[in-house]
């Protein structure tokens, strides 16, 4: 018996070669668009692949807003109208400085020395940044009435950061779309915000 099924011969063959190997490539390049899509929609935050509870949790921040410090700057050298000066320069930089004086205790070897109390660590290292190097940063044994940040300039300072530098090393940390606050709970445990 001979078979119905013909093969096909010359141009045939090579038309639907050619019609297979374009569908092939036309298949792979929608695979690798639909793909570059789709990674672009998930890390935009228009959607988030993978489960709903499967979210970044949101980046903690390390730095307060410049208003938010309560400063007091006091001068531990000899040099007249230091406090005065780092003062005004904090003051358009945007910190409320509530006092200005002489530092207790006298003489400072220190270039800077940030004092602040518990819970102001935030706000101690938002001032600490403001000047170069590294600015000691000492928390007050006893209890403050206020949340206020001491800057004691020392015998070692020379100037603070420009302010362009400085406003980039307090810049907020830029807080993703759909990220996820997490809180203590009583018993310790991180729980979803």
Not at 81 to 106: C, D, H, I, M, T
Not at 181 to 187: F, P, R, Y
């Amino acid at each position: 018996m001979e078979s119905s099924t013909t093969v096909p011969t010359g141009p045939d063959r090579v038309r639907r070669r050619r019609r297979r190997q374009a569908l092939t490539f036309a298949g792979l390049f929608l695979l690798v668009l639909l793909t570059g899509v789709g990674a672009l929609g998930n890390s935009l935050g228009w959607y988030t692949l993978g489960s709903p509870g499967a979210r970044v949790p949101c980046p903690a921040q390390t730095v307060s807003l410049p208003g938010q410090t309560a400063v007091n700057v006091y001068n531990g050298t000899e040099r007249r109208g230091l406090a005065r000066a780092v003062s005004q320069e904090l003051k358009q930089r945007g910190f409320r400085v509530v006092q200005v004086a002489n530092a207790p205790g006298g003489a400072q070897k220190a270039a800077v020395t940030v004092r602040y109390g518990v819970g102001d660590e935030i706000e101690a290292r938002t001032v600490a940044r403001q000047f170069p190097g590294r600015a000691e940063l000492l928390r007050d044994p006893g209890t403050r009435r206020d949340h206020s940040v001491d800057v004691v300039v020392g015998s070692r300072y020379q100037a603070m950061r420009g302010r362009a530098e400085s406003a980039s090393v307090i810049a907020p940390v830029p807080t993703p779309r759909n990220c996820v606050t997490e809180t203590a709970s009583a018993d310790g445990a991180a729980t979803p915000g």
